[in-house]
C-alpha cells in the first residue's frame, strides 16, 4: 500500500491535465460560469471531443473502445475532470446499457449498438420505474408480449431521465405474467422514435424538465433488440444497479463542490467579515470535508477490491448512501452560504438589465440546486433501501 | 398562567381557515402567482374589509380588534398551512409592529388604511454585506433641509412590486455596523428616485432589488429618533421572527400531515409504505419536530414584549429551533414521498421550498445560535 503516485502516473497526470486545458470548450465554461442549464448540445460538445481522443469510456474493456487504464489512472481522470469542472458524460449511455451489451450482448448488438454510444450519436434512458414501481422494481407490469419476430410492448413508464433527447431507452418489461416476480421480466432496447412511444414532461422543484412519462402503446420492437434471455432481464438489471452505484459516491465532484463554496464564503460578507471568517461556517465545511475523506478512502478500498477481483458487492451500497448525503449537504451549505441571494428565482425572468443585476452568479442557482439535489438519495435505489441491502446482503439480518 | 385561547382568538382563526379552504387551493395559489401580478389583490381586499383579519392586531381606537402578537401568530401559522403569499408579515407585522411602537400622527393616519387593506408595506432592511447584521448598512439618509435624501441599495425585498410604501432601514450617521446612527423611515414606494428591479421568489413571492437615487424624502417620514432606530428595528424584526417561526407551524404541520396521509396510501412490496418502521419512526420523529416549534413559538410569542435582553433570548431560541425543524420537516417529506415529491405538481414541494426559505428568513439557525450565547452564555 502506498499513497503517492508514481512518476509514471504523474506523468499520466500532466498530460490529461493539459488536454483538459486545452480542449475543454470555451463556450461551455462560461455558460457553467454563469449558472446557466446546459442544453443537450452543450453536454455533447465535450462528450464528441472526448470520444475523438479515445477517451470516453475509461472503464469498458479496451477491445469495446476502453482506455485500458489502471484504476489509479481512471481515479486520477476523474480528479482532472472534477478539479477542472467539467461537465460529466450522459450515464445512461456509457455507464449503464453500453456494459450490459457488452456483458450480455450478441456480437451483432455488440456491433450495432456499441458505437454510437461511444460517439454520442444516440442518447440513452432508462426505462425501469414505473408509477406502481419504484423501490418495489420487480413488480413492474409494462408487458411486452411476442407476435412473430416482434414483441408488442404495452405499459407506462415514469421518472424516465432526459427521454426528451434520447434516441434509445433500455426498458425492463414483463414477458412471463405467470413467473415469480423477478422471473418474468425482460431486456429491451426500444427506438424512441418507434410508433406508441410518447414522452411527456414532468417538471421537478427548481423549474428544470429533467424527468419524463413514458407511455408505450402497442410498441413493435424486434425480438433481436432484446438483450440476453426472455425472462432473464433481472439479471441484467441487478448487474447495471451494481454499475450505477458505483459512479453515484461522485467524490471528485463533490470535491469540487466544496472549493466551489469555501470560494463562496471568501466572497459572502457576513457583516464586516467574510462568511469564511464565521466559527460555524467553518465547521460545516470541514465536516464535510473530513465526511468527503472518508467517503473517498471508502471508495479507494473499494476499488482496490475490484481491482483484485471482486466485483462491485453490496457494499456499493455504502458509497451510494453516504456519496449522496453529502452531495446534498454541499448543496444545502452553498444555500445558506448565499444568504438572501437564495430567494430570487431566476427562471421566473429573462436576461434582464446588467445595470441591476440580481446578486452574485454562484447565487443564482443556490436554491434549485438545492431542491434539486434531494433526487440523490431517491433515484438509484433510495437510500432506505440501500441501508436495507446493506442489513441484508453486509450484516445478515 | 394561562395556555388556551380566547373565544375571538379562536374565532379568528376558524374564520381565517374557512376563508382560506375557500380561496387558497393549490391551484387556485398556482394561478395567482403565475398571473401578470404575481398575487390575486381580491385576497387581500377580502381579509381586510370582509373578514377584518387585518385589523386583528391593532387597538380599538385604530379601528382594530384590539389584539396583538398572538393574533399575528395565529393569523401567521392558518396563512402558513396554505403556503399564502400575502404580505400579512411585512404590512402588518413589521410595518404595523413599527407605527404601534412609535404611535402619534403616522400610526393615526396609516394603521386605518393598513386595517382596510388599502395598504402594503414592504421591509427593505437587507444589503448585500450585511447578511442578517440589521445594523450593517450603507444605505444613507442625508439630512437635506426639513427631509432627508435617501441612497442605496437594498436586497431581496419581499412583496415590494406590491407596496404602497417601504419600511426602509438607513444611515443617518455612523458607520458600519455601529448602533448609533441607524434610522427607520416609512416613505411612499413611488417616490421619484426609486428604481426597482422586481422578479419571483422560489418560494412563489415577488420581490424586488431596489436603488435609491437620491431620493427626497421627507422629515416625517422617520419613525423613532433620528440615529436612534435600531432597538426598534430590533424590536419588530423579532416580532416579525416570531411571525415567521408560527407560519412554519403551518407550514410543517402541512408538511408532516401530508407525507403520513401518503405514507398510508402509497404501496410497495405489497404494502402501504407507512407500515415500514423506518419511516415511521421518521414520521414520529417529524411530528415532535412540528410540536416542538408550536412550543418554542408559543413561548417566544408571550415573551415579545420583554425588556430587550429577555426578549431577544427567547426570539433566537424559538428562531434557532424552529429553522433546524423547518429543514428536518422539509427534506424528510420529500424523502418519504419518493420521486413524486420532487415534481411541481404535487403541493409538498412547494411547502417545503417555503420551509426551506423560512430556515433563513431574519437569520439561520447559526445565527441565532450566536445570539442565544452571546445573550445567555456569559464567560
Ligand atoms: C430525479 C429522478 C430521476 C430518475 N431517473 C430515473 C430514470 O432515468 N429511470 C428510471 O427508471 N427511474 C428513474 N428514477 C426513479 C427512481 O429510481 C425512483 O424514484 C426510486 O426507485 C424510488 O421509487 P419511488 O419514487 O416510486 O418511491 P417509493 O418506492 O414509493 O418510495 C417512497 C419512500 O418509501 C421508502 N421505502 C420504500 N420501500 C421501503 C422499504 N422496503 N423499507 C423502507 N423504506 C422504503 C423509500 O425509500 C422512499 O423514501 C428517477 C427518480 C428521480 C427522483
Ligand atoms: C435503569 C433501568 C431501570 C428499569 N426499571 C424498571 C422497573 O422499575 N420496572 C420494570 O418492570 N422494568 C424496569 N426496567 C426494564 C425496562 O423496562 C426494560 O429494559 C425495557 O422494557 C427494555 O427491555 P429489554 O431491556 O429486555 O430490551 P429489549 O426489549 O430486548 O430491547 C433491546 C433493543 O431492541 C429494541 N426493540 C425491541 N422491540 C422493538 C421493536 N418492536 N421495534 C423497534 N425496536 C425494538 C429496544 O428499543 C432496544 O433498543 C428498567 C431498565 C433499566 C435499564
Known amino acids: 500500500m502506498q499513497l503517492e503516485f508514481s512518476p509514471e502516473e504523474i506523468a499520466f497526470q500532466q498530460e490529461v491535465r493539459s488536454f483538459i486545458a486545452e480542449n475543454y470548450p470555451e463556450n461551455l465554461r462560461s455558460v457553467q460560469d454563469e449558472g446557466h442549464d446546459l442544453s443537450k448540445e452543450d453536454f455533447l460538445s465535450w462528450h464528441r471531443i472526448l470520444a475523438k481522443k479515445g477517451w470516453i469510456a475509461p472503464a469498458w474493456p479496451v477491445e469495446y473502445g476502453g482506455t485500458g487504464w489502471t484504476a489509479t489512472q481512471r481515479f486520477i481522470w476523474s480528479e482532472e475532470l472534477a478539479a477542472a469542472d467539467c461537465v460529466g458524460t450522459m450515464p445512461f449511455g456509457l455507464s449503464m446499457v453500453g456494459p450490459v451489451i457488452y456483458t450480455f450482448g450478441t456480437p451483432e448488438q455488440k456491433a450495432r449498438f456499441l458505437p454510437g454510444i461511444l460517439s454520442g450519436d444516440d442518447w440513452w434512458c432508462q426505462g425501469y420505474s414505473e408509477p406502481g414501481s419504484g423501490s418495489d422494481l420487480a413488480s413492474l407490469r409494462t408487458k411486452a408480449v411476442r407476435d412473430g419476430d416482434d414483441y408488442i410492448v404495452n405499459g407506462q413508464k415514469t421518472w424516465t431521465t432526459m427521454a426528451q433527447h434520447a434516441d434509445w431507452g433500455f426498458f425492463l418489461v414483463r414477458t412471463d405474467p405467470d413467473a415469480k416476480q423477478q422471473e418474468g421480466i425482460s431486456f429491451l432496447l426500444i427506438d424512441m422514435k418507434s410508433p406508441g412511444v410518447t414522452v411527456r414532461p414532468i417538471i421537478t422543484l427548481g423549474g428544470e424538465h429533467e424527468v419524463n412519462e413514458v407511455w408505450l402503446e402497442e410498441v413493435r420492437v424486434p425480438v433481436d433488440q432484446r438483450i440476453y434471455e426472455e425472462n432473464k432481464g433481472w439479471t441484467c438489471a441487478k448487474f447495471l444497479l451494481a454499475h450505477e452505484r458505483t459512479g453515484i459516491a461522485a467524490v471528485a465532484r463533490s470535491k469540487r463542490g466544496v472549493e466551489k463554496i469555501k470560494q463562496i464564503a471568501r466572497t459572502e460578507m457576513d457583516g464586516d467579515k467574510p462568511l469564511l471568517a464565521n466559527a460555524f461556517f467553518k465547521r460545516k465545511i470541514s465536516e464535510l470535508e473530513i465526511d468527503l475523506t472518508a467517503l473517498e478512502f471508502t471508495e479507494l478500498r473499494s476499488l482496490a477490491g475490484e481491482a483484485a477481483g471482486k466485483g462491485p458487492g453490496p457494499e456499493s451500497s455504502l458509497l451510494k448512501i453516504k456519496g449522496s448525503e453529502i452531495q446534498q449537504r454541499i448543496t444545502e451549505l452553498a444555500l445558506e452560504a448565499v444568504g438572501h441571494y437564495g430567494a430570487p428565482y431566476f427562471r421566473g425572468f429573462g436576461e434582464g438589465d446588467n445595470e441591476h443585476p440580481i446578486g452574485p452568479d454562484y447565487a443564482h442557482r443556490a436554491a434549485p440546486t438545492y431542491f434539486n439535489t434531494r433526487k440523490t438519495t431517491i433515484y438509484g435505489g433510495s437510500n432506505e433501501i440501500q441501508r436495507n441491502i446493506i442489513a441484508k446482503m453486509v450484516l445478515g439480518i | ?379
Open chain 2, 1 to 379: 398562567m394561562d395556555f388556551s385561547y380566547t373565544e375571538t382568538q379562536d374565532m379568528i382563526r376558524e374564520t381565517l381557515s374557512r376563508f382560506l379552504a375557500d380561496t387558497y387551493d393549490f391551484d387556485s395559489r398556482g394561478k395567482m402567482i403565475a398571473s401578470a401580478t404575481g398575487r390575486d389583490a381580491g385576497i387581500w381586499k377580502a381579509l381586510a374589509q370582509d373578514l377584518g383579519m387585518l385589523g386583528a392586531s391593532f387597538s380599538e381606537e385604530h379601528g382594530g380588534l384590539g389584539g396583538g402578537h398572538l393574533e399575528n401568530a395565529l393569523i401567521m401559522e392558518e396563512l402558513g398551512k396554505v403556503i399564502a403569499i400575502e404580505p400579512y408579515l411585512q404590512t402588518v407585522v413589521l410595518g404595523g409592529g413599527a407605527l404601534k411602537a412609535v404611535g402619534g400622527a403616522i400610526a393615526d393616519a396609516v394603521i386605518p388604511e393598513i386595517i382596510g387593506g388599502n395598504v402594503v408595506i414592504a421591509f427593505a432592511y437587507a444589503e448585500p454585506q450585511g447578511r442578517y447584521n440589521l445594523a450593517n448598512l450603507r444605505t444613507t439618509a442625508k439630512k437635506d433641509g426639513a427631509g432627508y435624501v435617501l441612497n442605496g441599495h437594498k436586497g431581496v425585498v419581499y412583496a415590494a412590486p406590491w407596496a404602497s410604501h417601504l419600511l426602509v432601514t438607513a444611515r443617518t450617521g455612523g458607520s458600519g455596523s455601529e448602533a448609533a446612527g441607524v434610522s427607520l423611515f416609512l416613505i411612499d414606494a413611488n417616490l421619484p428616485g426609486i428604481v426597482r428591479r422586481d422578479y419571483p421568489t422560489v418560494d412563489g413571492f415577488q420581490a424586488s432589488e431596489i436603488y435609491f437615487e437620491n431620493v427626497a424624502i421627507p422629515g416625517d417620514a422617520l419613525l423613532g429618533g433620528e440615529g436612534a432606530g435600531l432597538p426598534l428595528i430590533e424590536q419588530i424584526v423579532d416580532e416579525a421572527t416570531v411571525a415567521v417561526c408560527a407560519e412554519a407551524c403551518g407550514v410543517t404541520f402541512k408538511l408532516h400531515q401530508g407525507t403520513l396521509e401518503y405514507a398510508r396510501q402509497r404501496n410497495q412490496f405489497g404494502q402501504p409504505i407507512s407500515r415500514f418502521q423506518v419511516l415511521q419512526h421518521r414520521m414520529v420523529d417529524m411530528f415532535m419536530e412540528v410540536e416542538q416549534s408550536k412550543s418554542m413559538t408559543t413561548m417566544a410569542t408571550l415573551k415579545l414584549d420583554l425588556p430587550a435582553a429577555e426578549r431577544m433570548a427567547a426570539v433566537s431560541a424559538c428562531k434557532a429551533k424552529v429553522s433546524r425543524a423547518a429543514k428536518f420537516v422539509g427534506q424528510n417529506a420529500i424523502q418519504t414521498h419518493g420521486g413524486i415529491g420532487i415534481t411541481q405538481e404535487l403541493a409538498i414541494g412547494h411547502y417545503f421550498k417555503r420551509a426551506t426559505m423560512i430556515e433563513g428568513q431574519f437569520g439561520s439557525a447559526d445565527h441565532h445560535f450566536d445570539r442565544f450565547e452571546k445573550l445567555t452564555l456569559a464567560e
